[in-house]
């Protein structure tokens, strides 16, 4: 059991090290939530379903009218996108290269279609 914990840990504290690299601060740093931080977690289910491909039409183009209005919204929204790909950089290398290799084909694929 111990060794679950540990192993838990160390991976608990390699995220909170790869958060604070991303520019992120120390979440313990106050127990109380912000209720501006509420305001966004809708943003941030909306962003996890688009990443899985099951956000549907009407909510990614709500999604997009609240990243034109809102700054704050559109702030969160980089930087939630940028710990996802520091999160799939760092434990799930094979994954990223594997999609990135499928842009290009894709990319690839395009510009060969309008010659």
């Not at 090290?17 to 977690?41: H, I, M, T, W």
């Not at 990614?60 to 520091?86: G, H, S």
Request: include cysteine; charged fraction near 25%; aromatic fraction near 12%.
């Amino acid at each position: 059991m111990f060794r679950t914990i540990d192993k838990f840990q160390r991976a608990v504290n390699n995220l909170l090290g790869l958060c604070a690299e991303g520019g992120a601060k120390d979440p313990f740093e106050s127990a109380v939530q912000n209720p501006q931080d509420r305001k966004y977690q809708p943003l941030g289910v909306m962003i996890l379903q688009m990443q899985d491909g099951v956000l549907e039409r009407r909510y990614m183009l709500r999604m997009e009218k609240w990243l034109l209005c809102d700054a704050d919204a559109f702030q969160y929204y980089v930087d939630f996108q940028f710990l996802t790909a520091l999160l799939h950089t760092h434990f799930n290398k094979g994954r990223f290269e594997k999609r990135i290799e499928s842009l290009r084909e894709t990319a690839a694929g395009d510009v060969a279609l309008n010659r």
